[in-house]
Nanobody, 123 residues
Framework: QVRLVESGGGLVQAGDSLRLTCDAPGRTSSTFVIGWFRQAPGKEREFVAAIARSNTTTDYIESVKGRFTISRSIANKQVYLQMNSLKPEDTATYYC????????????????WGQGTQVTVSS
């Protein structure tokens, strides 16, 4: 069992920035594709971003391109989601996830989930 732990959520105003951190212990961060998902109240969980093991390939949903950046520190065993120019529609619980490939994680076929961290953006 892999235990992923998210942190960095909070309450911010529209236009502000937040950086989420996913602690991926052991060899998780270098073994798996790591992604971020979010779930807003009353909505289904959706894919947000993912980063490949190689760190050279990333993927984002259209609505966050140019505003969010996913990155990884192998040394720190962490994956980050830098979120800039936040909008009220970004309000959701954000989850870190580990998957096998970029394609499967994008399709929400995830091996392990974190417990989530709340992001609230006020207008």
């Amino acid at each position: 069992q892999v235990r992923l732990v998210e942190s960095g959520g909070g309450l911010v105003q529209a236009g502000d920035s937040l950086r989420l951190t996913c602690d991926a212990p052991g060899r998780t961060s270098s073994t798996f594709v790591i992604g971020w998902f979010r779930q807003a109240p009353g909505k289904e969980r959706e894919f947000v971003a993912a980063i490949a093991r190689s760190n050279t390939t990333t993927d984002y949903i259209e609505s966050v391109k140019g505003r969010f950046t996913i990155s990884r520190s192998i040394a720190n065993k962490q994956v980050y989601l830098q979120m800039n120019s936040l909008k009220p529609e970004d309000t959701a619980t954000y989850y870190c996830a580990a998957g096998i490939t970029m394609q499967t994680i994008r399709a929400s076929r995830v091996q392990f989930w974190g417990q989530g961290t709340q992001v609230t953006v006020s207008s």
